[in-house]
């Protein structure tokens, strides 16, 4: 794995097919795609990579890491939005007082903030297990911040037995396709649409093969939040004894965390590298035709 890239703001491609379906676009042409989703603070684009139907999809997967699961990291990080107005200015909270639950809007300052995460083994595939829909190890991990003084303004309770409560709600298939998404896209545009074949990948991100669990996994244990980069996606050659497989990490909010613990970091296996592929993803250094085209 080589050090990350910075690629805020650079835009790659055009690719000119889609690289979900292949299709070129027909009549409504081809949109661009996020490297990393906006929402989550992504600002490097894939240029006419998508279809209108395959943008449909792979935009709800955005959409579901930014509304759900990292919700509360992205307000307390203050991070873009495509409606600024809409920011809230308070966050709903359930406090339980005395054993009797009560719901407060809190100040954002105030708001005690929940990041619930999916954690897995590695990619079934990495395991030599078959093709499947089910994760074979699965838990969750809760991050939370929540300072005593902070409640009380929220409450007024000054003493009692408080409970800060967080309902855990994930979709595991719905989280894992959203990123290999992010995988793939920071793939394509970093080696290009066509350097590797993404058997099984297109369609498990497109929802039309069940078997997520086959080609995403993660990593958790004792990993330290990155003092650098708020996302890190790296990439390189997963290697069996019969063959070599492009694979990559994406460890969302890279930084936040608490000392001893950072966020997981995600595994995506992609698919079978074209040949002068292997030696860049070894390296783990950009091609020499490093398809830069920001401005
Ligand atoms: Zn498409």
């Not at 709600?169 to 998404?181: L, P, S």
Request: net charge neutral; proline share 7%.
């Amino acid at each position: 794995m080589g050090a990350p890239l910075n690629i805020q703001g650079r835009k790659y491609g055009p690719v000119g097919r889609c690289i979900y379906c292949g299709s070129d676009g027909g009549a409504d042409g081809l949109g661009d795609e996020h490297i990393i989703p906006f929402a989550l603070g992504g600002r490097a684009i894939l240029q006419d990579a998508s279809c209108r139907a395959c943008e449909a999809e792979t935009s709800y997967l955005d959409g579901y890491l930014a509304r759900n699961s990292y919700y509360d990291l992205r307000v307390h990080n203050n991070i873009q939005s495509r409606r600024p107005k809409e920011r809230p200015k308070k966050l709903p909270t359930i406090i339980s007082i005395e054993g009797e639950d009560r719901r407060f809007e809190a100040d954002i300052a105030d708001h005690p903030h929940f990041v619930h995460l999916p954690v897995w083994g590695p990619p079934g595939l990495m395991q030599r297990l078959s093709p499947s829909p089910h994760f074979s190890e699965s838990r969750h991990v809760s991050f939370h911040a929540i300072e005593p003084i902070k409640i009380q303004r929220i409450t007024g309770e000054k003493e009692g037995i408080v409970e800060v409560k967080s309902e855990v709600k994930i979709n595991e298939a719905t989280f894992a396709r959203a990123i290999a998404k992010i995988a793939y896209c920071n793939v394509v545009a970093h080696f290009g649409f066509g350097s590797f074949w993404p058997v099984l990948l297109t369609d498990v991100i497109l929802g039309k093969n069940p078997n997520v669990a086959f080609l995403v996994g993660s990593q958790f244990e004792k990993i330290r939040p990155s003092a650098s980069a708020q996302h890190r996606v790296e990439y390189g050659i997963y290697r069996d004894k019969n063959f070599a497989l492009v694979y990559s990490t994406v460890w969302l909010f890279a930084s936040s965390g608490t000392r001893d613990q950072g966020m997981p970091i995600y595994e995506v296996i992609l698919g079978i590298p074209r040949d002068d592929l292997i030696p860049y993803l070894e390296g783990g250094a950009p091609r020499p035709d490093y398809p830069d085209q920001s401005k």
